[in-house]
């Protein structure tokens, strides 16, 4: 039973640089949901794809950011230019869809902005 | 806006006994789903229990339990006869029904079980 797999684990950078980080659902999953989660803090919303279309998408996900889904299976989340503020675990789950099921998450990626 | 409140931020107990963690939820829909997630040190979210605002049945698994009542908008989770794997932190959350369902998460209690 193959669970979410998020890639890399870890990420540092510089202020300034982009980043690229890549969410595996459970396979017959084609829910997928991003979440940022501070230290401290429960996780936040940032995104929503059904297959490959991204339907809804928080305030807190500013211009920087940006998420696909492209042929509705994996997912990437890129953040441009990235500020010491935008350190955090970033957080995937997914779910089935035709009612309101579980979010399986997975590891998160942890980003550190120095 | 949907909102949920874990007013505990830690609690400590020593090992075998029972602790209640509480949270307490706002919302405007009728309909709307609860959540409840454990978060150990390794930081992957483990789900525990979903339940819908239409069934307001207390719910047992094993050790864990859940007391829904509406009337005071709060979704309790106690452990009876704590052990040291219990050891967490854990979240309460709520979904909007329809819509993305999105979980709104509470800012979590950390339980710690000494043995």
């Known amino acids: 039973d193959t669970g979410v797999s998020q890639d890399p684990r870890h990420k540092i950078t510089k202020r300034g640089q982009n980043v690229t980080f890549r969410c595996d659902p459970i396979?017959?999953?084609?829910?997928l949901y991003w979440y940022r989660q501070t230290l401290g803090q429960g996780p936040e919303f940032l995104t929503y794809?059904?297959?490959?279309?991204?339907?809804?998408k928080s305030r807190l996900l500013s211009d920087r950011f940006s998420a696909e889904r492209p042929k509705g299976s994996f997912s990437t989340l890129e953040i441009q230019r990235t500020e010491q503020g935008d350190s955090a675990m970033y957080l995937c789950?997914?779910?089935?869809?035709?009612?309101?099921?579980?979010?399986?998450f997975g590891p998160g990626t942890r980003l550190t902005v120095t | 806006a949907q909102k949920v409140t874990q007013a505990q931020t830690e609690i400590s107990v020593v090992e075998k006994e029972d602790v209640t963690l509480d949270c307490v939820y706002e919302?405007?829909?009728?309909?709307?789903?609860l959540f409840w997630y454990k978060q150990p040190p390794s930081g992957e979210l483990v789900f525990l229990i979903r339940?819908?605002?239409?069934?307001?049945q207390n719910e047992i698994s094993g050790r864990y339990s859940w007391n829904f009542q509406k009337s005071t908008s709060s979704f309790n989770f106690t452990i009876t006869a704590s052990q040291v794997v219990d050891s967490a932190v854990y979240f309460c959350?709520?979904?909007?029904?329809?819509?993305?369902?999105?979980?709104?998460f509470g800012q979590g209690t950390r339980l710690t079980i000494n043995p």
């Open positions: 789950a997914s779910s089935v869809t035709g009612g309101v099921y579980e979010q399986y």
């Open positions: 396979s017959e999953h084609n829910r």
């Open positions: 794809f059904q297959n490959e279309a991204q339907l809804e």
């Open positions: 919302t405007r829909d009728t309909t709307y789903y």
């Open positions: 339940r819908n605002s239409f069934d307001e």
């Open positions: 959350a709520l979904s909007d029904v329809p819509g993305a369902q999105k979980l709104v």
